[in-house]
């Protein structure tokens, strides 16, 4: 394994790292600020991202895309994170089911769906799965009839007609393709009776519930979504018929990138540390000059970079189908989430009582990481889906 970037990876590092700094860094604190989530999308920074190829650096070159792997969607996802964690994360998804899409989707509906999202830069994409009443049994799975999602798809003809509602969907509101997974097979639990659809927002039935009010990751929209007897054709269904569960497990690593945005405020929250011990003055010298302060910095050094290693190696291991283990992409995303939480909060330390102020960077950091304990299913659940791979 090469631990040396190439000079495109090189070069993308050092777009996104600008971008983050003139664009997203300047915007993102104001609009975290704001008491209504409905304003807080970053949609002419989103804009900008789009024209840069951000958006669209996980697809394909054949479909308009970039063609990024999965190590280069890392070393840009942390760049981005750096500057905001909930702009970074919409474009990440998008990256992430670009991969899916590429994956399960027939050759009919890439030309429809992926060639529309190559050429409009408001195009973005979402993943409903989570319902009030069902969430991590859906990805363990709790394999009993009754249990787990409760969206309906029943067949009527050659179309589906679905009812249900989704919520906490990501992107939900920027984007304009929705892959939904509903319960077609209520005598058969999730692993054997569940099909996903491709939804956009303009069918017949289709709405938007309310808008989640989240602690972090605030400039990246959580939503409800509203199907009530919605008829959807079938050729908008993605793979076989009960077959959700079993499409979704051909797609190797899609947890991987998606964390590196978290790394970003990581490491944005350790060199906030570092500059504030070098300037603050206690007991006749720079804090970072005292011990216990040191060790905090150090820990968090250290931390960031044995994260960061093991994330490129996770990444480089998906795209090699030979060497690729399902159990370390789920303990990365764990392990990630919780490196990058303890980074945050060690960093905030640093600060003292300062970094508890709101005027400080500091807490913005950490109600961002803390997202990462749960998203994309919770640290737990990634534990228990390793666990038959021991």
Known sequence: MEFKLTERQLALQRMAREFARKEIRPVARELDRRPNPMDRSPVEVLDKASRLGLR??????????GGADMVTLCIVGEELGWGDLGTSVILEQDWKLS???ETLMTEEQKR??????????RYHFSIAGSEPDSGSDNLIPYDAPGVGLRTTALRKGDRWVINGMKHFIFNAGLSKLYMVNTRTDPAAG??????????TPDL????????????GMRLGPNRELIFR???????NRVGEVNGA???????????????SPCLGVARAAYEDAIEYARNRVQGGRPI??????????CDCFIQLEAARRLLHYAAWTAENPDIYDSKLAFMTKAHMGEVCFEVARKALEVWGGMGYMTEAPMEKYLRDVTAFLHSEATNQVMRIRSMPFL
């Open 56 to 65: 669209t650096l996980g697809l394909a070159e054949a479909w308009g895309g």
């Open 190 to 199: 999730v692993s054997r009776g569940t099909t996903f659809f491709l939804v």
């Open 288 to 297: 970072i000059e005292h011990q216990a302060v040191g060790f905090l910095l």
């Open 112 to 121: 429809s769906f992926l060639r529309a999202f190559a050429e409009d830069h």
């Open 99 to 101: 991969r899916v899409f």
């Open 229 to 235: 007897d919605m008829e959807i054709p079938d050729a």
């Open 204 to 215: 017949d039935g289709f709405s938007y519930g309310r808008y989640h009010d989240k602690m």
């Open 245 to 259: 569960y079993a499409a979704r497990r051909k797609i190797r690593g899609s947890n991987i990138e998606a964390v």
